[in-house]
């Protein structure tokens, strides 16, 4: 394989997992003001099946064939020649686009320094669901201490990190998992979980100041009920119903802010030193990345997927 080459998983077609398909393609050059990352862990998230299918092409066109992938860890391989704040050499972390691959290109905003004591796996995981946590939790939910906060699907990518930040703030976490994560979920601090699959949430949770939400669908409909008048309802997968929120008396969130950088330099650094933890469910070379998606797909697992380009 030359120099200039790379391992990359290709999407040819819109599909199931066996669309993935494993290529050499030229690997890309950055611009003046981009980074060539090196990247050692790819983060699999819900958005990179929900392109490859093919579900989000209204509002996420993409140009066929593709590399999927986002949100990334690696090392600066390469700069472009007005880049000041990276050199290469140096540990980051960020969205990377066409993460699936051996290298991957960013600009400076979207790339952050890794603290020496962060482990690759970890940092590859802040972008994919840490920083949608504080996201849902600080920026939009307006958490505070002593407040009550509901977290759906909390032994998930995002959930692992919500449950966690939420104790850190000082609020009662009341969270939603599957039998086999209970302990899990009680593990990262969770005042009560609830068993989805025996319990309805909504029979137990009451007077909540702010839910969480990563499934969207039914469970959103049933979430209504558990707010407290004047609470908040995050949603990271749909736009929720104003109509419903205005019913209920409560504010309905989706997508509009993000943290600061200052948010994710706390953020980083919480996991560094160990106050969060990030949990992963998998890691898969880069040649099983239809595996991996597969697993992402099925919505069971605990914790973040990732695949290791160092293991291709």
């Known amino acids: 394989m030359s120099k200039k080459s790379m391992q990359a998983i290709l999407v040819n077609e819109y599909g199931g997992p ?5 290529a050499i393609v030229e690997r890309p050059q950055p611009q003046a003001d981009e980074v060539l990352v090196r990247i050692v862990y790819a983060a699999v998230i819900p958005l990179d099946y929900k392109i ?3 579900w989000l092409q209204n509002v996420f066109p993409i140009t066929l064939p593709y590399i999927p992938g986002f949100y990334a860890s690696g090392v600066v391989e390469e700069i472009g020649q007005s880049v000041t704040e990276f050199k290469p050499g140096d540990r980051i972390f960020g969205m990377i686009r066409g993460a699936y691959a051996e290298y991957g290109i960013a600009t400076i905003q979207e790339l952050v320094k890794m603290p020496d004591n962060l482990p690759f796996e970890d940092a590859a995981a802040i972008k994919a669901g840490a920083e949608a946590a504080w996201k849902a939790l600080f920026t939009e ?3 505070l201490s002593g407040q009550t906060v509901l977290v759906h699907a909390a032994a998930g990518g995002v959930g692992q990190f919500a449950v966690q930040l939420a104790k850190w703030k000082g609020a009662t976490v009341i969270a939603t998992a599957s039998t086999p994560n209970l302990d ?3 593990s990262l601090g969770a005042d009560q979980v609830i068993d989805y699959t025996t319990t309805n949430f909504e029979d137990t949770a009451k007077e909540v ?5 990563s499934v969207g669908g039914e469970t959103e409909t049933r979430s209504w009920s558990v707010l407290k008048k004047g609470g908040i309802l995050v949603s990271l997968t749909q736009d929720p119903s104003q109509e419903n929120a205005q019913k ?6 989706f997508n509009t802010k993000f943290p600061t950088r ?3 330099y706390s953020l980083t650094e919480l996991i560094a030193e160990g106050t969060i933890k990030a949990e992963i469910d998998s890691i898969f070379p880069l040649s099983q990345a239809d595996k991996a998606l597969k697993k992402s797909e099925a919505r069971h697992g605990r914790g973040r997927i990732l695949l290791n380009m160092n293991s291709i």
């Not at 100041?209 to 939400?213: A, C, E, G, R, T």
Request: proline residues 0%; glycine residues 14%; negative net charge.
């Open 262 to 264: 200052e948010d994710l």
């Open 18 to 22: 066996n669309v993935l398909k494993g």
């Open 248 to 253: 209920h008396g409560v504010t309905a969130k």
């Open 184 to 186: 899990f979920v009680k």
């Open 209 to 213: 100041d702010l839910v969480v939400d």
């Open 52 to 54: 490859r299918n093919g």
């Open 141 to 143: 939910g307006e958490l």
